[in-house]
């Protein structure tokens, strides 16, 4: 018998169709995967089985019981969870407060209920340590954990309302690889338990590593559910795309690596990074690979003048000082940062808006903007980025996460870039978008511009670039190139300590 | 009026042997001419009596006149003559003076606890039955009028309605056609009438509680070119005598602020030499200013 | 899905509103209410809170707020008087006035930017500190006796139409065609909606945030002018409280007081709203007691109209 059962779920925004005739059946104390690109209607399926949406039409069982779910209190009363991308944990409030928040154990004293801090404690504590995560402090608060520990104590809070299904959005997006191995360790114990685990990721990687099922969804679309022995991953990026893609990355493009355009020289910017030297090439790609929390992303934004950094620059040998983004902007050096939402884009500003606001200099006669001539370059680079858009007056945060960045990507492109500085340019991305972005930096690197990925993906890094820097602990601990590099490789120079 | 004219006397046949006296002022705010020619006046008559006068502006706050009180009773000024920010919040702040022995003076309104040695205010009632009764005999008991009643809720408000009110309704022949707050401001006065300018197209009248609203109203009768109204203020700050001059407003009930700082002080001074008041309220007289009298009434007051 | 989300409520919900109150009004007196003139002096009547909003709209499209209009008001009023009365010169006092409001707005600007205080703070701050000033300047007396040429600028008429309100037009259309069609205009909204995307995309945020608190302790004391010149007299007290309209009338109008987002019309409806419910009730004469109460219901339920069609409209 499945514990979760939905039939003919459909569900509509504002007249339009985000999914259609949704039926899929989850087995007790499976891990079930769910695939699909960016805007295929994962999260919105997700928010209906967790009561944040109520479906336009279809049903809802659980344990062949039909339910509807009117808010997440209902769902959780079920036994349903939903652990978001964004925790909902309150940042000021400690660990055991988070876990019991609304639900807090109380006692008499006198005419009075009040908080049983003791037992809140003590349960709290017993909860962690089924996860196996005592080492979380109950007293602590949670702006003082990381990223880690915020989801484990977001799993325990799903845990103490004795959920039997958790539904994870991209529980692994921040995490840094052992951190991934221990929530899946983690994953795999409450399955042993009877825990039912619904499971998003755009790393296909991990669906192989840890799921028994996994389900496709493209455009709205159930496509279908299979056995994870059952198929491989160029099946499902197929499936998941809707056409044939043998390879994740495009074939390589020939491009001439000229002269050193940039040289960087002891940068310093304590406590992320220090004594940083290297060089980038005309139409070179530059992988700068670590682990999240080595400095590679403070000293891409340090590069293009967001933080503070010591050190010298030259640009074609003619020392440069950037102190801001404006310096950076003028020397035609452009980062496109990690986060989008918090450094790239205006959210609730159009895409014309968006594209166009670091350009308006040029798109602009006495003050005020050449209206025509803002279109056409909106429109051409979003051709050429084959930005998928209703139109280019169009929210930019109604756009799927792939299309966002290419807005980012496209910010530069009218202004004619000399370095490109991309820093995880692909997270959060769908498979297609990816493989577009992927074909952009060649493109780019075709026309000679130099190119700096900076990445955790190390698959991306070695893919990509002409020649990859690793970065451990706020150092650059080796260079490999693309032939000799390996992810295992990368890995050893990535983890490399200290050696005093 | 007799009892004035008797302190004035007695206060110039003391004022050979004045003794070096220390005097607190507070002052409830100085945002308003009404309260600065009242705090002028007082300082005019100290320096003439050769008493030291303290002046402490609260700024409309409760908490920091009663610091300001506290802060004079540690100094042990001689006596504190007080315009309380509020009848309530500064009975402690009289008490504690009580208790310390020395003597406290209220001005233009008083405290409802503790012992005040004398108390001093314009008659608002009086004032606001002065001005209904001159509308009534100007129109000879027949007209629609209009009502600009100040901050809702605060003493001169109740005060001048009252009085107002009472003798207005004792003749059916004059009819209030719109009774609006202006909140004692020219602006809002202005803005008022002249909305009500427009949904009445017959008005004799207006009774405005103080001149500031008096003025706006007399701008919005100019500006729509209307003629004949009526205009009575209240308070007789310079500007309202001025439109009294003017011939725009008909008859100002003019306080006498100055006057009441002065007489604050004196009576502080004699409060410390040992005299006694009964009736410890004084009444300051309010004088209807018209076009007749007021050159006489400049010439009499500062 | 593009033409009916958010912003459409947003903008148009409040245009719906206006409506609806001057249905209410033109029936329940159609013979006064809803005729030209009486619009005119709608018109006259919401200009000095329409001037304050427009100002304070820049500044909350920038996530910011700007409360100390009102006290601005007041100094640059006396300010203007004062020195008009010192020189005998009106052109020379009303510069001296626009000049202050401005120089005042600046520092508030330059306080938010560079030293980082909190908006809500530095202008909380600055609105008692002005109002002080110009009590110390005034010495808290009224500065009458103001040549009648002064008197045109907020008394006057052009062609049929109070002067007020032509500054207003023009105010109105400068402000549109900056905030719509500039490049000025766009950093405005890019600033207030992603501070940090924006000095990403090489926009110089300090700047910005500095001559928005100028555009908005300038438009103060245009308001301060208007108001001191349509009442005769500068009053030292003059201004006071309004902030709240101006802030008000914004909130109305469908910006957002988390910054980038806004519609200048929207501002200016909401400011006639704000007009329209003294004028009609006062018109009605409706109790002032129930005056208050009936403004503060209408501004909450519009408020609640547009964030409910939000949540409608992305459902």
Known sequence: ?500 | MRKYIVLVALLVGLTIFSLALTVGFCVSTLNNPFFVSFTNGAKAEAQTLGVELIVLNAQNSNNTQYNQVEDLIQRKVDAIILNPTDTDALIPAVKDANKAGIPVITLDRSVNGGKVAVFIASDNVAGGRMAAEYIVKVLKGKGEIVLLRGIPGASATRERTKGFMDFISKHPGIKIVADQTANFDMAQGLSVTESILVAHPQIDAIFAENDSMALGAIRAIKSSGRKGIIVVGFDGIPQGIQAVKDGDEALDVAQQPYKMGALGVSAAYFVTQGLNFAPSHLAMPLFPLTKNNVDQWTKSSH | MEKMDSSFVRKYGVILGLVGIIAFFAFESPKYFFTFSNFMLISKQSSINALLAIGQMFVILTAGIDLSVGSMIGLSGAIAAGTIVATGNVLIGILAGLGIGAGLGAVNGIIVSLAKVPAFITTLATMSAIAGITLIYTNGQPIWDLPHSFMYFGQGYLLGIPFPVIVMTIVFAVAWIILALSRYGRHVYAVGGNIRASRAAGIKINSVLISVYTISGFLAALAGIVLASRLGTAEPTAGRGYELDSIAAVVLGGTSLFGGEGWIVGTLVGAYIIGILNNGMTIMNISPYYQEVVKGLVILLAVMLTSFGKKYWNE
């Open chain 1, 1 to 500: 018998m499945s514990i979760l059962k939905i039939e003919g779920i459909h569900k509509s925004f504002s007249g339009v169709e985000v999914l259609r005739d949704i039926n899929l059946e989850v087995e007790k104390g499976e891990i079930h995967a769910i695939v699909g690109e960016n805007g295929a209607g994962k999260s919105t399926l997700m928010k209906i089985i967790s009561g944040e949406y109520e479906p336009t039409a279809g049903k809802i069982f659980v344990k062949s019981e039909e339910k509807r779910f009117s808010s997440p209190l209902d769902a959780i009363q079920d036994g349903i969870s939903l652990i978001h991308q964004e925790f909902s944990l309150v940042p000021q409030l400690t660990v055991c407060e988070n876990i019991y928040l609304g639900k807090e154990p109380t006692k008499n004293v006198f005419f009075f209920k009040i908080v049983n801090h003791i037992k809140m404690v003590e349960d709290s504590r017993s909860v962690l340590s089924n996860l196996e995560a005592s080492h979380i402090n109950t007293q602590s608060k949670i702006k003082d954990l990381s990223v880690a520990d915020k989801q484990l104590v977001e799993i325990a809070k799903a845990l103490s309302f004795n959920s039997e299904i958790l539904i994870m959005d991209e529980p692994t997006a921040a995490l840094t690889l052992k951190e991934t191995d221990t929530l899946f360790a983690i994953l795999k114990r409450l399955k042993e338990n009877g825990v039912t685990i619904l499971f998003i990721s755009h790393r296909l990687e991990e669906i192989f590593e840890i799921a028994d099922r996994v389900t496709v969804l493209r455009n709205g679309e159930h496509i279908t559910t299979k056995n994870i022995s059952d198929v491989s991953m160029e099946e499902i990026v197929r499936m998941m795309v809707g056409r044939s893609m043998k390879n994740r990355f495009p074939p390589k493009v020939d491009h001439k690596v000229g002269a050193v355009v940039l040289k960087v020289e002891g940068t310093t910017s304590e406590p992320h990074f220090r004594n940083v030297s290297f060089e980038l090439r005309k139409g070179e790609i530059l992988g700068i690979a670590g682990l999240v929390g080595c400095g590679n992303s403070q000293l891409g934004e340090s590069l293009f003048g967001l933080k503070d950094m010591e050190g010298k620059m030259y640009l074609d040998s003619v020392e440069i000082k950037i102190k801001e983004p404006t310096d950076a902007i003028t020397h035609r050096i452009f980062l496109v940062p990690e986060d989008r939402h918090t450094l790239g884009l205006i959210l609730q500003r159009d895409v014309k808006e968006n594209h166009s606001l670091p350009n308006l200099d040029f798109l602009s006669r006495f003050g005020f903007i050449k209206r025509r001539k803002e279109k056409k370059s909106v429109m051409a680079t979003v051709e050429y980025l084959n930005t998928k858009i209703t139109s280019i007056n169009q929210r930019v945060e109604n756009l799927s996460g792939g299309n966002q960045q290419k807005v980012v990507l496209g910010k530069w492109l009218a202004r004619s870039p000399k370095i490109l500085i991309l820093d995880e340019p692909t997270r959060g991305i769908d498979v297609g978008s990816k493989y577009e972005i992927y074909k952009f930096i060649y493109d780019q690197a075709f026309k000679g511009i130099s190119i700096i990925i900076i990445s955790s993906e190390m698959e991306e890094v070695i893919n990509l670039s002409d020649r990859i820097l690793v970065m451990s602990e706020g150092r650059i601990t080796g260079e490999l190139s693309p032939s000799e590099a390996t992810q295992e490789r990368i890995l050893a120079l990535a983890v490399k300590r200290k050696e005093d």
